[in-house]
């Protein structure tokens, strides 16, 4: 199964940046990285995916190491909207998601 | 992106019945998974369900305690069976979107389930 490592929780000022990293050394050469982020009482919802180069999306930008065994998930200005739970993971075999912990992102006003 | 109908989306059983919950996706789709989310935990993979062969389960879970259904590209069923109060979770289902070619994955909202 995917393996990944997310800090419990982070908090954040409201029109601050957010930097959310996540550690999955067991990751192979042609998987993507995966977020996704979880509001209270929703399903989760698709945040950004990328393999090797930054990406960047209306939501949010994913900067992947070097290496690939670590990535970061940068919300640019956090809201009060963005207070959710943000799971980092990747494809493990037969196209299957599996999560870790995720992170509670707290918003501070 | 995909648009998942999962219903119901929340309901009381009491213990020993079954329930079964409805995923319907608006668009023709591969495989299908179903996860269940504990009270205050990440979300966890029941199975994964594919059209026309028999899902495939992750370990811990059993075609017995939840049968699933996926009889055509668009519609899966996942049934919680003799249900106990250990049974109450979220119940989700979620595909693949390769509609945009993202390639990301799409969630139903949920089915909350609480027995008693």
Not at chain 1, 9 to 19: C, F, T, Y
């Amino acid at each position: 199964d995917a393996k990944t490592t997310q800090p419990n929780s982070m908090e954040s000022n409201e029109e601050e940046p957010v930097h959310l990293p996540c550690n999955h050394s067991t990751i192979s050469g042609t998987d993507y990285i995966h977020w996704y982020r979880q509001l209270p009482s929703q399903g989760p919802e698709y945040v950004i995916h990328g393999l090797t180069s930054n990406v960047n999306n209306r939501m949010a930008s994913l900067a992947i190491a070097e290496d690939r065994k670590s990535s970061t998930l940068i919300l640019h200005r956090a809201t009060l909207r963005d207070a959710a739970v943000y799971y980092c993971t990747y494809k493990a075999a037969g196209n299957k998601l599996t999560f870790g912990g995720g992170t509670r992102v707290l918003v501070k006003p | 992106s995909a648009v998942i109908s999962q219903k119901p989306s929340r309901d009381i059983c009491q213990r020993g019945t079954s329930l079964t919950i409805q995923c319907q996706v608006d668009s023709q789709v591969t495989m299908m998974f179903w996860y269940r989310q504990q009270p205050g935990q990440s979300l966890t993979l029941i199975a994964t369900a594919n059209q026309g062969s028999e899902a495939t389960y992750e370990s811990g879970f059993v075609i017995d305690k939840f049968p699933i259904s996926r009889p055509n590209l668009t519609f899966s069923t996942l049934t919680v069976s003799n249900m106990s109060p250990e049974d109450s979770s979220i119940y989700l289902c979620s595909v693949e979107d390769r509609r945009t070619g993202r390639y990301g994955y799409t969630f139903g909202s949920g089915t909350r389930l609480t027995v008693v």
